[in-house]
């Protein structure tokens, strides 16, 4: 299941969609989530929020997506079960990758013209596909079954 969402999560990448969008609506779908609010409440986290430069959009969306399952929907619920996921989350992609940081992650400052055209000349939009799939991998594999 989880490798047929990161591939959704790729093909809505592809399509049009960007990183944290795309992550969420493909874990969205695996939970069988519909909203007309996804992407939209994700289209502000991408680009590492924004071109800011902050944390990776894949992660971003990750975050949103198991938050789906583990939030909280009134402030007498625990925030624990989410924010243990959360923690896992960033654990694994910061393992898997060295940091959560989009500047980071793909050495260019989005912010820029500079940044953006070594981003387009260096073709780094595969690496953000790859975040993406793994993204939206390791998210679906912190969810309890």
Do not use: W
């Amino acid at each position: 299941m989880s490798e047929q969402a990161s591939q959704r999560s790729l093909e809505l990448f592809k399509s049009g969609y960007f990183c944290a969008e795309s992550v969420l609506m493909a874990i969205a779908e695996n939970q069988g989530i519909q909203s007309d609010l996804i992407p939209k409440i994700a289209t502000g986290f991408c680009s590492g929020i924004s071109r800011t430069g902050g944390m990776c959009g894949a992660v971003s969306g990750a975050i949103m997506g198991i938050n789906l399952i583990a939030g909280r929907s009134s402030p007498s619920e625990s925030i624990e079960f989410s924010y243990t996921l959360t923690q896992k989350m960033i654990s694994l992609f910061e393992k898997q990758y060295g940091s959560v940081n989009c500047r980071q992650l793909i050495g260019c400052d989005l912010a820029t013209e500079a940044g953006q055209r070594t981003f387009l000349e260096n073709n780094l939009m595969e690496r953000c596909h790859q975040y993406a799939v793994d993204a939206t991998r390791m998210a679906l594999s912190l969810m309890p079954e």
